[in-house]
């Protein structure tokens, strides 16, 4: 099992920046990538971000490329959101990709509100 816990959320005015951040603890020796996803009310859950354990390679949403930044320091990923716009409003859920198995371990989520 891998656990997750995530800050950082908040309310912020457009054009404004915010940090998220998910530590992750447990069996995290089978991890592939950590990533971040957004849903926005009544919205499927969408991919923002991930970050592959070996190497650090990155891939980033069209819709946050040039605004979004994630990174990872051991097991914490960041999530450096930089201009942000009244869409990018949603609860973020930080999670693992575990080899073999996907996107297995998910966040609680943590909101992220901008003010326009």
């Known amino acids: 099992q891998v656990q997750l816990v995530e800050s950082g959320g908040g309310l912020v005015q457009a054009g404004g920046s915010l940090r998220l951040s998910c530590a992750a603890s447990?069996?995290?020796?089978?991890?592939?990538?950590m990533g971040w996803f957004r849903q926005s009310p009544g919205t499927e859950r969408d991919f923002v971000a991930h970050?592959?354990?070996?190497?650090?390679s990155t891939n980033y949403a069209d819709s946050v490329k040039g605004r979004f930044t994630i990174s990872r320091d051991k097991n914490t990923v960041y999530l450096q959101m930089n201009s942000l716009k009244s869409e990018d409003t949603a609860v973020y859920y930080c999670?693992?990709?575990?080899?073999?198995?996907?996107?297995?371990?998910w966040g609680q989520g943590t909101q992220v509100t901008v003010s326009s």
């Open positions: 447990g069996r995290t020796f089978s991890t592939y990538a």
């Open positions: 999670a693992v990709n575990v080899y073999g198995s996907g996107w297995a371990y």
């Open positions: 970050i592959i354990y070996s190497g650090g």
